[in-house]
């Protein structure tokens, strides 16, 4: 089983940048696809990102494309996600996961993007 540290997070003005990191335990991280999700004010949790479990592949939602990066370092059990062109509805409070998520969740990082 995996546990999960989230930071980085912030306030920034739109068209900022933040990156995000993952610390996780456990020896069997480097075996999992790994994943951003993020949960705005009275929305559902959605995906943003995900890596699979070498760093060669990559997902990332429509909304996100193009301005933000995941990766991996399995040395270093980190899970990043670089933001750039940060927008106000990028807005949420970020939490990273397996993918599919376990049923154990880090508390999370708030990203807050003024306009």
């Known amino acids: 089983q995996v546990q999960l540290v989230e930071s980085g997070g912030g306030l920034v003005q739109a068209g900022g940048s933040l990156r995000l990191s993952c610390a996780a335990s456990?020896?069997?991280?480097?075996?999992?696809?790994m994943a951003w999700f993020r949960q705005a004010p009275g929305k559902e949790r959605e995906v943003v990102a995900a890596?699979?479990?070498?760093?060669?592949?990559?997902y990332y939602a429509d909304s996100v494309k193009d301005r933000f990066t995941i990766s991996r370092d399995n040395a270093k059990n980190t899970v990043y996600l670089q933001m750039n062109s940060l927008k106000p509805e990028d807005t949420a409070v970020y939490y990273c996961?397996?993918?599919?998520?376990?049923?154990?969740w880090g508390q999370g990082t708030q990203v807050t993007v003024s306009s």
């Open positions: 996961n397996t993918r599919p998520p376990s049923a154990q």
């Open positions: 456990g020896r069997t991280f480097s075996s999992y696809t």
């Open positions: 890596v699979n479990s070498n760093g060669v592949s990559t």
